[in-house]
């Protein structure tokens, strides 16, 4: 470690000094204190690193939440390795991509996913040890084996280092790995800390998934903060609203439809009063709908994505309604036109970001890291406009980078229009999103049959669905004849949504 170096290891060694019968992580009936964390941490990494596990080695993991999901979190950071977490609604063939990708030299599985990892990934030669979490078959180990009794590793690693690896922006139909630093997720869990105050006091519930930046992000952010984690392994709204009651949650980050199912489900006026700071994706419905539940909490707009190592904007809803907030106090960002010339205030162009959240790069994709920092700014592929205030206003992606989020999960038209079209009986096919009343956004697929072909909208869902996650598989299939052409002859996207949304 350098001279100036502050590390993710050294916020678990930070917490163990100055906080340490104070809990850092609840999930269930397991309460483990900072100095009981740190321990695990230290045990992990080092039977790790006798097992082979060293710097810049990748670990992949397909978990639901669990206490060693965070064990494993803190054990890279203190290694130096990389984890790479594996959304477990993807299909085998994304799984095994993901993977043969990574070249990872561990990997992790918990109970429920141990037979879906050997099936997709047992012919991927970099795997080196494989790692059972809540039990294990053959070829995996047990977690508490590979744990050392005792033993203790230094950390030595940079804070520049990568630590985590999602994979995101599947564009041309693949995903590509986001490579995101210690140093980075460092920024953004400031970032969080100064624009909610979070203090030691404050408790998180993280109900997103680990495997996802904003489950990842809140974690951190609340880690850097000293407060502690409430983990649930999966999202149950009754079981939230328990937690939020019990363990006085005072900080929330949700994806539509969480903070809906949570209202549905309380059944005393002061079951969530403690939360002062929920943020995410959600109707103004819902969130004035929340803020009238409890009239002391704010719902926080924001904008940011994998590559900036979370939120770059942000402010409450009711400050700027409509808005995705202003920039946040280590986050320099603009609004460009296609020369990278900064617009003025009300018109729109694509946002662009610098500061240290912004990613080390696309895994083994040299080229495309290089486009994407093209003129010193990260390009987000997201279109926005600034109002005179500073207020960043979503407008939607850019060509290059049209994108569907259906609660929270980002699905690129291209890996959708990709499996369709192996289809045996679909000539073109098109993918859009729509509104959706529960997710926020569905999937809308637009298909022409071959000549002389024939096939249901059932029949086509039924054909992707073993080759795309279930999130992924479009919600709305129509057929017609053709589809509208340039004069290139190439689909004409524009046209299409145009004609077809609605129909």
């Known amino acids: 470690m350098g001279l100036r170096d502050f590390s993710l290891a050294d916020v678990i060694a930070r917490n163990a000094r100055l906080f340490p019968d104070r809990a850092a992580v609840v999930i269930g009936d397991r309460r483990v204190s900072n100095a009981a964390y740190r321990d695990r941490v230290v045990r992990l990494a080092a039977g790790l690193a006798r097992a082979g596990v060293s710097a810049g080695d990748r670990v992949a993991m397909l978990s639901h939440n669990n206490l060693e999901f965070v064990d494993v979190y803190g054990a890279m950071a203190w290694l130096g390795a990389i984890l790479v977490p594996i959304n477990w609604r993807l299909s085998a063939d994304e799984i095994a991509y993901i993977v043969s990708d990574a070249a990872p030299k561990a990997v992790i599985a918990d109970q429920a996913h ?60 693949q995903p590509r790995g986001a490579l995101l630093t210690q140093s980075g997720l460092i920024a953004s869990s400031v970032q969080m800390i100064n624009c909610w105050s979070l203090t030691e006091r404050d408790t998180a519930l993280c109900v997103l998934p680990l495997f996802h930046l904003a489950g ?25 609203v328990r937690a939020v009651r019990a363990e006085k949650v005072t900080v929330l980050s949700e994806f539509a439809p969480i903070l809906g199912s949570m209202l549905d489900a309380t059944k005393h006026p002061g079951d969530l009063a403690s939360l002062r700071v929920v943020t995410g994706l959600d109707t103004p419905e819902t969130i004035a709908r929340f803020e009238r539940a409890c009239p002391d909490a704010r719902f926080w707009v924001a904008f940011g994505q994998s590559e900036t190592s979370g939120l770059v904007t942000a402010a409450p809803f009711r400050d700027r309604p409509g808005s995705a907030g202003r920039p946040m106090f280590l986050s320099q960002v603009a609004v460009v036109d296609d020369l990278d010339r900064p617009v003025p205030a009300g018109e729109t162009g694509e946002i662009v970001v610098r500061g240290p959240g912004v990613f080390e790069g696309y895994w083994n994709c040299p080229e495309d890291t290089k486009a994407t920092f093209r003129n010193g700014w990260h390009h987000t592929g997201d279109n926005g406009a600034f109002d005179a205030d500073g207020y960043l206003f979503y407008k939607g992606r850019t060509p290059a980078k049209e994108l569907i989020k259906p609660g929270g999960e980002n699905v690129y038209p291209a890996e959708v229009e990709a499996a369709l079209l192996g289809h045996p009986a679909l000539l073109e096919a098109v993918v859009f999103g729509v509104p959706d009343a529960e997710w926020g956004e569905a999937v809308k697929a637009v298909c022409a049959l071959k000549p002389g072909a024939s096939a249901t909208p059932k029949e086509i869902v039924d054909f992707v669905a073993g080759r795309i996650a279930r999130y992924k598989r479009p919600k709305h299939i129509l057929l017609t004849e053709s589809l509208p052409k340039t004069a290139a002859g190439a689909i004409d996207r524009t046209r299409a949504k145009e004609t077809f949304r609605d129909g």
């Open 216 to 240: 990842l992000t809140l974690l951190l952010g609340c880690q850097h903060a000293g407060g502690t984690a409430v983990i649930l392994p999966r999202f149950d709204a009754a079981e939230a």
């Open 114 to 173: 141990q037979e879906a990892l050997i099936a997709a990934c047992s012919e991927i030669a970099s795997i080196q040890l494989w790692i059972g979490v809540g039990g294990a078959i053959a070829p995996y180990r047990p977690i508490e084996e590979i744990c050392g009794d005792g033993e203790t590793v230094p950390p030595a690693v940079a804070a520049s280092a990568p630590f985590v690896m999602f994979h995101t922006a599947a564009v041309s139909g």
